[in-house]
């Protein structure tokens, strides 16, 4: 069965520090991955997306890594900002052209940035 | 500005009533979906589209219904059926032609008294 696994499940960091969130897939095969941003009480918004041929990419402060051997992926946030508090999901396509009715959701980690 | 619009933001319903979200985009994507989400726990998918007038299960499609009568609008029926509806509920698109990246609405927020 395909799984997607995030952690940590909740995070509190202080302003102006840095985190990473991970991510463990078991989705075969793969194609690609995405992260998103959930603002409390609001949609998803994509923040990057990472295809198998990829290391790293970075989006601002936020910076995705993909080992797609180990099935790993991490998100970066630096110099975090109050308004980067919000849940952080990540999403796993299993093959190129598949249908977003395809896709494998992490539960998210809740991240809260304090003054 | 292009978008997906979700209605209402807030949905009270009573045990027994059927109620309907309203779900309605004006990106011209093909593609549109319901997702369910609970605190805990990953999106679930209820219903999708992918072109007009055909539309198919998801994962927890039980107690729900939808229709597709246009490009633009995908409403949910969230009926007496469904044995636990409070839940936040999402709609999103996207275009065919570039599979992976959803397009969210702001979300409904259900509750049953």
């Known amino acids: 069965k395909n799984q997607v696994e995030q952690s940590p499940q909740s995070l509190i960091i202080l302003e102006g520090k840095n985190c990473t969130l991970q991510?463990?897939?078991?989705?075969?095969?793969?194609?690609?991955l995405r992260w998103y941003k959930q603002d409390t009480g609001r949609g998803p918004v994509s923040l990057t997306i990472m295809t198998f041929s990829e290391n790293t990419k970075s989006n601002g402060r936020y910076t995705a890594t993909l080992d797609a051997d180990t099935k790993q992926s991490s998100l970066h946030i630096t110099a975090s900002q109050l308004s980067d508090s919000a849940s952080y999901i990540c999403v796993v396509s299993p093959f190129s052209g598949a249908g977003s009715y395809q896709l494998t959701f992490g539960k998210g980690t809740k991240l809260s940035v304090i003054p | 500005d292009g978008g997906i619009t979700q209605s209402p933001k807030y949905l009270f319903r009573k045990e027994g009533q059927n109620v309907t979200l309203s779900c309605e985009q004006n990106l011209n994507h093909d593609a549109m979906y319901w997702y369910r989400q609970d605190p805990g726990q990953g999106l679930r998918l209820i219903y999708y589209?992918?072109?007009?007038?055909?539309?198919q299960k998801g994962d927890i499609a039980e107690g729900y219904s939808v229709s597709r009568e246009k490009k633009e609008s995908f409403p949910l029926t969230v009926t007496s059926a469904q044995k636990n509806p409070t839940a936040f509920y999402l709609c999103?698109?996207?275009?065919?032609?570039?599979?992976?990246?959803?397009?969210f609405g702001e979300g409904s927020r259900l509750t049953v008294l």
């Open positions: 999103a698109s996207t275009d065919r032609a570039r599979t992976g990246e959803l397009f």
């Open positions: 991510c463990n897939y078991t989705v075969s095969p793969f194609s690609n």
């Open positions: 589209s992918q072109i007009v007038n055909d539309f």
